[in-house]
């Protein structure tokens, strides 16, 4: 098989290349067996139905569309490579990753094509699928009426979500996932009695759409990526208002940051000055973790000699915190 000529491009031309000439092909990877052993997961449960799997530029499953779409840096490892040293992560290229989000998108694209959302029991049990995305939610770490599965308690994030993660697990342990008389449980067993229902069925109709697929995308990596950064900024910057900028400034990014450096060393002394504090762990590390994504991607510099100190940083968590409170209190319930 001939490479393409981006494989052995330098960095400026390969952020020059349109995505869609990436020309990328699923059979050509490591993730075509890992999509091959989620069919056979399925199979062994007695779902027939196989969701279609194509590139575009993240993780998702289209509410109407009952496919999955993988990002396309797992189509390659020298896109792979770029990501990580870009990205600073690499989302599913390790193959336990990649399985734990193939079947938390199966779940997605499964409620799609059975509709399995509009029965009264999921609803009773799940919620409203329809009910609007909220961008930040408040989880709690010690919930015994979620499954744990993808991190940061993402079960708690929507019902959606819920039943996704409920189906992930499900379908790696069976009800095995949590432990009896717990609400995780109850979910559990009900996803085991909705997939009893459809086994040996298939959907009525099945989109076989590929919304956002990368063969139809004229947007070049370097533009994806600068997208990137601005909507990682915008979601970070409410997290922790600009803290850094009195004691920074923005560089090129490198893995090896400084800043985020500094930041780690303090971390367990931040935990330990907020130890008193109505602010959770989950919600210190939060705020932690946006100011050292911050420093990575913007690759921070010290502009002077002063550093944060554990009291200021404190603070911007307890503030972040107060924010993210009001905030909640003013949704509607």
Not at 66 to 79: D, K, M
Not at 113 to 136: Q, V
Request: proline share 7%; aromatic share 8%; charged share 30%.
């Amino acid at each position: 098989m001939t490479e393409p000529h981006w494989v052995h491009a330098g960095d400026d031309e390969l952020l020059r290349t349109p995505l869609r000439r990436l020309r990328l092909k699923l059979s050509d990877t490591p993730l075509h067996a890992r999509v091959e052993r989620l069919y056979e997961e399925l199979e062994a449960h007695g779902i027939r139905f196989r969701p279609h799997v194509w590139f575009s530029t993240d993780w998702f499953s289209p509410d109407t569309v009952p496919g999955i779409a993988v990002p396309f840096y797992l189509g390659h490892e020298r896109l792979a490579r770029f990501e990580r040293r870009t990205h600073f992560s690499c989302e599913g290229h390790a193959e336990r990753e990649c399985l734990r989000l193939l079947r938390h998108e199966a779940g997605h694209a499964i409620d799609t094509a059975f509709g399995l959302a509009r029965r009264p029991t999921w609803r009773a049990i799940f919620g409203k699928r329809g009910e609007p995305y909220r961008k930040t939610y408040r989880a709690n770490p010690f919930s015994s009426d979620h499954v744990r599965h993808l991190p940061r308690w993402y079960a708690q994030s929507h019902p959606a979500e819920d039943f996704a993660e409920t189906f992930a697990v499900w379908l790696a342990k069976g009800i095995r996932g949590a432990p009896r008389g717990t609400g995780a449980r109850g979910k559990l067993e009900l996803v085991a009695e909705l997939l009893s229902e459809i086994a040996g069925q298939k959907p009525r109709r099945v989109l076989r759409e590929r919304p956002y697929s990368l063969a139809s995308s004229e947007e070049t990596l370097g533009q994806h990526y600068a997208r990137k950064r601005r909507e990682r900024a915008r979601e970070l910057a409410p997290l922790h208002g600009g803290f850094l900028d009195g004691y920074t400034r923005p560089g090129q990014p490198v893995s090896k940051n400084p800043v985020a450096a500094h930041l780690r060393t303090l971390a367990p002394r931040v935990h330990a000055a907020l130890a008193q504090e109505p602010v959770s762990r989950y919600d210190i590390d939060q705020v932690l973790h946006g100011l050292l994504h911050d420093a990575k991607h913007r690759g921070l510099r010290w502009k002077t000699r002063k550093r944060p100190r554990v009291d200021g940083i404190a603070g911007c968590i307890s503030g972040a915190w107060n924010r993210l409170q009001r905030g909640m209190a003013a949704l509607p319930r």
